[in-house]
Every structure is written in C-alpha cells, then in structure tokens.
C-alpha cells in the first residue's frame, strides 16, 4: 500500500465536521452592562462567556441588531470588541442543604472563607410562581416573636406581609427578629435573608448576630453588597428566592427575607436606563412592577399533591417622609397580602416596635393564629382600637369621667405591654401569657412605668412554679379553662405585690 492511500485512509477516520459556534462582539460597555452585534439565536436570561477575560454575562435585552447583557463581574476589564460566546445555560445557582449556614453571592458562590460550596443541584433564578391550583389557604402561623405583630398582623407560612418605613425605623431588626424567633419553633423553617446594597460591615454585623444566637444554624445569607456590581444587587433576591423553593419543592417550609427591594428598583432603574430602554415615571422602567411581581409571586403555601411546604416572604422597602402613595411602595403594597407600617412619628416619640396599627394590616387574619391567640388578640384589637381612638378624641380634654379614665388607663397599660426591644424575640407562649393579664385588667392597679417589670417578673413566676403553664399552651397551641384559672391564681397574687391597695 503507498504512503497515499495510507494517509488518505487514516484522514477517513478523522471526524473534521466543522462545528458551528455563535459569537458576538462587544460595541459599548459601561457600568456593567455590555452591547453586543451577533448572537442571533441567543435566549433572554441565558449566560454568556467573555472569552479573553473568562468573566460572564447574562443576556437580557433581545434587539434586533443587538443584544443587551449585564456583567458579572469586574466590568472594566471588559473593552470594546471582545468576543462574547453563548453557553447554552440559564442563569441558575446551587441550592440544597450544602449552602445551610453559609455567606452567598446572587451565583451560589462563598463569601464566608469556609471553603467551596458542593452542591448537586442547580435551580433557575427566574422562575414562574406556583399556579392557583397549586396552592392552598395560608392557614399555619409563622411567628415572629414580636407581640404587636403576632396579635395584631399576623403572618402566615406562605404569606407575603411587606415591611415599610423610614430609613430611621425598625424594618430590618423587626425581620431579623423573626428569624431569631424561628430557632424554638417546633416546625422550623429554613431562613433566607437576602442583603442588597448594604455596606459590607453591616452585613457582617447581621451575620455575626445570627451566628451568636445560632440562627446560621438554618439562615442561608446571600449578599450583594454596595461594592459589589450592580448586576448583582438586581440578581440577589432571584438567587435568595430560589434557596427558599428549593425547601418548598421538598415540602419543607422557608422564610425568604429581602433587604430591601428599594435598592433592588434602583438597581433596575439602573441597569435598564443603560439598556436604552423607555423610561416612565420616576425614570423607572415599565417593568418596575413586574420586576417585583414576579419575585413575590413564587412565595405560596403549597398543596398536598405538590408537598405542602411553603415559602413565606418578607420584603423591606424604604419610604421617603412616610409616603406611602410613592410609587415604588404603592406597588409593592398591591402585590402582597398586606404590610406593616413601621411610622417614623412613633419611633420619634420612643414607641418601639413603632409600628402604625391603623395603616398595618395582614389580610391573612387570624386564619395564620392559633386558637391560644385567638382568643386573647381578639379582645385585644377592640381594647385597643377604642383607646386610640379615645386618647385622639380626649387630647385637649383635661377632665373625664370615671369610666372614660378607666379605660384609658387600661389602653395605657396594654400598649405598654405590646411594647418590645428588637431583636430579643418572646416565645408564643409568653405573649399570650402578656396579652391576656393585660385586656382582663390584671394591669389596671399596676403603675405605667411598671408594667415591664411586672411582665419579667410574671415570667420568672411562672417558670419556677408553674412551669406547665407555658408547656401546654405550646403543645396544645390551646388557652383552656384550666390553663387560664392557674394563671389568673399566680397573677392575683403577683399583681397584690405592686399594687397593695388593692382595686
């Protein structure tokens, strides 16, 4: 056989089938996002490569002649005409138990210096919420270890309850509280607490808080931090979203905490003002609102056919002088199933929590209550709403009546007991237990400015005599006539200790 018919033979083997590859090529950068010309079968949300720098993108503006694509990454090393290559997948990260305890980036990368993530499961930051038929009535409790909410605004697993406010008021410790309170929950859920544009000392200092209380135990932490990229602040609440279904789709529960969707629409604004896209009010997008929309409407409480877990949301937004007609908090309001209102006038005055009962609302109810609530937040909301409306009407007022004074003594008293330090969370038991001595008058002879002390010192009472007392209530999730008579002995002899005269 000649050396020709050898090499022609061996080239016949050879597989030499060109391969076809899309590129695209870079016509302006700035301010991480990126224009491209090519890449004409490119899918919206898909990630591309930068090929000289290695760093990735994800497209997110489909044009004629062009495609749009924010950078993930450090946007300055990225110079006009680099070649852009698609890859073929959907902006996804690593979700699973692996990631429990864990400092995250919006791509599922560590931040935390334990070493790298190993994960055997990818889930799609961009995802269609669950259908109607997929659901089911929000009807079990997440509490929040914070008396005013639970009795008043209560929040259930697969609830979406905004939380907004001035910048000076207690969003986000009233959120990190709920997590906190999350750690003796008999059903605990996995906690999600997503940081976007926060300083990086300050998302430190929240880690180490939950570190210290063993909240990182089940919290997971994605951070976009103020120094990093813009694209990550608006990719942050999607990655924090998909930790939560992943625990959904398990059917185990999940609380997802965002902080704060402010930052999240500045950042949109942002990114789609360099897109060329059309402004509209406040130089917003005319996606603002879906922007928001399709993030919250993930969170569900799921049926028994599909698991039954569910994911709950807490979403943070910051309003500028208490405005709540504003546009970005207006939306937000319409998209949830109700929000608490966290008044600057109140926090001024020393009220904490501040939160404003008459523009809070939870449209849950007291479906998300268990029955022990129930029976005290009932009497409580009545008492309450008749003292403020009293207390407004009688300002100018130097002399009432007896009866009048009574009960605006008593309505004192009560919102002297709903008032709380943040971050120092009350089990369920103890704030039906605090509810109950206040609306049945037990505080009616005790002094304003001892009311916190009698409350710590019920407490203590009932955990060194009666310490079955706080056991039933939380097992039984029950307030029954037996439960309820002890307690009324150990208070009436507490209550004779600071007020002596008697009634």
């Known amino acids: 056989?000649?050396?020709?018919?050898?090499?022609?033979?061996?080239?016949?083997?050879?597989?030499?089938?060109?391969?076809?590859?899309?590129?695209?090529?870079?016509?302006?950068?700035?301010?991480?996002?990126?224009?491209?010309?090519?890449?004409?079968?490119?899918?919206?949300?898909?990630?591309?490569?930068?090929?000289?720098?290695?760093?990735?993108?994800?497209?997110?503006?489909?044009?004629?002649?062009?495609?749009?694509?924010?950078?993930?990454?450090?946007?300055?090393?990225?110079?006009?005409?680099?070649?852009?290559?698609?890859?073929?997948?959907?902006?996804?990260?690593?979700?699973?138990?692996?990631?429990?305890?864990?400092?995250?980036?919006?791509?599922?990368?560590?931040?935390?210096?334990?070493?790298?993530?190993?994960?055997?499961?990818?889930?799609?930051?961009?995802?269609?919420?669950?259908?109607?038929?997929?659901?089911?009535?929000?009807?079990?409790?997440?509490?929040?270890?914070?008396?005013?909410?639970?009795?008043?605004?209560?929040?259930?697993?697969?609830?979406?309850?905004?939380?907004?406010?001035?910048?000076?008021?207690?969003?986000?410790?009233?959120?990190?509280?709920?997590?906190?309170?999350?750690?003796?929950?008999?059903?605990?859920?996995?906690?999600?607490?997503?940081?976007?544009?926060?300083?990086?000392?300050?998302?430190?200092?929240?880690?180490?808080?939950?570190?210290?209380?063993?909240?990182?135990?089940?919290?997971?932490?994605?951070?976009?931090?103020?120094?990093?990229?813009?694209?990550?602040?608006?990719?942050?609440?999607y990655a924090g979203c998909a930790q939560g279904e992943y625990f959904m789709h398990k059917g185990r529960d999940a609380l997802v905490v965002y902080d704060d969707l402010t930052q999240h629409g500045y950042a949109w604004r942002q990114i789609a003002l360099i897109l060329r896209r059309p402004p509209g009010r406040?130089?917003?997008?005319?996606?603002?609102?879906?922007?928001?929309?399709?993030?919250?409407?993930?969170?569900?409480?799921?049926?028994?056919?599909?698991g039954g877990g569910s994911l709950t949301a807490l979403p943070i937004i910051e309003t500028q002088q208490s405005d709540l007609a504003s546009y970005i908090p207006t939306n937000v309001i319409s998209i949830c199933d109700g929000q608490i209102f966290f008044d600057a006038g109140l926090y001024l005055k020393g009220q904490r929590p501040e939160v404003n009962i008459g523009l809070s609302v939870s449209r849950v109810g007291s479906a998300a209550q268990t029955k022990a609530m129930k029976k005290v937040a009932g009497r409580l909301k009545l008492e309450l709403a008749q003292f403020l409306e009293l207390e407004q009407f009688l300002e100018f007022i130097e002399e009432v009546d007896p009866e009048t004074r009574k009960r605006l003594e008593r309505g004192r008293r009560i919102r002297e007991i709903l008032k709380q330090k943040m971050l120092s969370p009350l089990p369920f038991e103890k704030e039906v237990v605090a509810i109950y001595a206040a609306v049945e008058g037990f505080l009616d002879n005790v002094k304003l400015e001892d009311v916190g002390r009698f409350e710590e010192e019920l407490f203590k009472t009932i955990e060194a005599e009666k310490a079955d007392i706080f056991g039933k209530i939380r097992e039984s999730r029950e307030f029954d006539q037996e439960v309820r008579s002890e307690l009324d002995k150990i208070i009436h002899s507490l209550v004779k200790k600071y007020a002596p005269e008697g009634d």
């Open 1 to 237: 056989m000649s050396i020709y018919q050898t090499l022609k033979k061996e080239i016949e083997k050879l597989d030499l089938k060109p391969e076809k590859e899309e590129i695209g090529q870079v016509l302006e950068v700035g301010d991480g996002v990126a224009r491209l010309s090519g890449l004409p079968y490119v899918k919206n949300f898909e990630v591309i490569e930068f090929e000289r720098t290695k760093i990735e993108g994800v497209v997110l503006n489909l044009e004629e002649d062009s495609v749009g694509a924010i950078i993930l990454g450090d946007f300055s090393r990225i110079k006009e005409s680099d070649i852009a290559k698609r890859t073929g997948r959907i902006l996804s990260c690593p979700v699973g138990e692996e990631l429990i305890g864990r400092v995250i980036d919006p791509l599922g990368r560590p931040l935390d210096g334990k070493g790298q993530i190993n994960s055997e499961k990818d889930y799609p930051l961009e995802r269609i919420g669950p259908s109607v038929m997929e659901r089911e009535p929000v009807n079990y409790p997440l509490h929040t270890g914070i008396k005013l909410i639970d009795a008043l605004i209560p929040i259930g697993r697969g609830q979406r309850e905004l939380l907004l406010g001035d910048r000076i008021t207690d969003k986000s410790p009233a959120a990190l509280t709920c997590i906190l309170n999350q750690k003796k929950e008999p059903k605990r859920p996995i906690c999600v607490y997503v940081a976007v544009g926060k300083k990086e000392a300050e998302i430190a200092r929240t880690v180490e808080l939950l570190r210290k209380a063993g909240a990182m135990d089940y919290t997971i932490v994605v951070a976009a931090p103020a120094s990093s990229p813009v694209s990550f602040w608006y990719l942050a609440p």
């Open 282 to 306: 406040e130089a917003y997008p005319g996606d603002i609102f879906y922007l928001h929309s399709r993030l919250l409407e993930r969170a569900a409480k799921l049926n028994k056919e599909k």
